[in-house]
C-alpha cells in the first residue's frame, strides 16, 4: 500500500521557467510533509517542509502548496536553474502515537537551458 | 555540528557472509530509519525504530536485521539470507517536524 506517491516519475523544464513536482497521499493521519532532493550516491538533503495545519510555505524559489482535501501537495521551484537537476523526494511524518517516515518513489527533474 | 553519520561509504562483500553498516546520529533525535534504494528506483523501508530496544520491519525487512541499544546508533546487518543485496542503503532519523539523512554506503556483493 503506497501511502505517498509520486506519479510523475521524470519532468523537463527550461530553464526560468517554473518546475512542479506533484505529491499524494492517502492517510489524514500525516502531520508534516517534506521535500527532499537527492543526486546519485548521495543521500537526500532537506529542502522544505509544511505542517498540515498550512496550506502555503514559502522558502526562496521553493514553495511548497498543501490541499488537504484532496490529499495533494506540490513543489514549485521558480526560476528552475540547471543545479535544480536532480531527484525530488515528497515524504510524509507522522506523530501522535508513531513518529513515521514515509516517501513516495520520486520524482527525476530536469532543467535544461 | 549536529548530524547523522554512515560508515563505511563503500562496502564488498563475499557471498554467504554477513556485513553491518554503521549509522550514528547526535541529533536526539528519538525516530530512526534504514533505507534501500536501487538504480532508477524510490526509498524502501527496511526498518526502522521509534525508541531505544524497539525496532519494527519496514515493507522489505527480509535478510536485514537491526538493533538499536543506544539512542544514538541504529545498524543495520544484511545477512547472507537476502538474496540480492547490493544497493546503496540510507539512514535517516527523524523528530517532527524534522529528518535528515545520512550520506549513504554502497553495498557491493562480489
Known amino acids: 500500500d503506497q501511502q505517498v506517491k509520486q506519479n510523475s516519475p521524470s519532468l523537463s523544464v527550461q530553464e526560468g521557467r517554473i518546475s512542479i513536482l506533484n505529491c499524494d497521499y492517502t492517510?489524514?493521519?500525516?502531520?508534516?510533509f517534506l521535500w527532499y532532493k537527492k543526486y546519485p550516491a548521495e543521500g537526500p538533503t532537506f529542502l522544505i517542509s509544511i505542517s498540515s495545519i498550512k496550506d502555503k510555505n514559502e522558502d526562496g524559489r521553493f514553495t511548497v502548496f498543501l490541499n488537504k482535501s484532496a490529499k495533494h501537495l506540490s513543489l514549485h521551484i521558480v526560476p528552475s536553474q540547471p543545479g535544480d537537476s536532480a531527484v525530488y523526494f515528497c515524504?510524509?511524518?507522522?506523530?501522535?502515537?508513531?513518529?513515521?517516515?514515509?516517501f513516495g518513489t520520486g520524482t527525476r527533474l530536469q532543467v535544461f537551458p | 555540528d549536529g548530524g547523522i553519520t554512515q560508515s563505511p561509504k563503500y562496502l564488498f562483500r563475499k557471498e554467504g557472509q554477513n556485513v553491518t553498516l554503521s549509522c550514528e546520529q547526535n541529533?536526539?533525535?528519538?525516530?530512526m530509519y534504514w533505507y534501500r534504494q536501487d538504480p532508477g528506483q524510490g526509498l524502501r523501508l527496511i526498518y526502522y525504530s521509534q525508541i531505544v530496544n524497539d525496532f519494527q520491519k519496514g515493507d522489505i525487512a527480509e535478510g536485514y536485521s537491526v538493533s538499536r541499544e543506544k539512542k544514538e546508533s541504529f545498524p543495520l546487518t544484511v545477512t547472507s539470507a537476502q538474496k540480492n543485496p547490493t544497493a546503496f542503503y540510507l539512514c535517516?532519523?527523524?523528530?517532527?517536524?524534522?529528518?535528515?539523512f545520512g550520506q549513504g554506503t554502497r553495498l557491493t556483493v562480489v
Open positions: 541529533l536526539n533525535h528519538d525516530a
Open positions: 535517516a532519523s527523524s523528530r517532527v517536524p524534522e529528518a535528515f
Open positions: 492517510n489524514s493521519m500525516f502531520d508534516y
Open positions: 515524504a510524509a511524518l507522522r506523530s501522535y502515537n508513531t513518529d513515521k517516515l514515509i
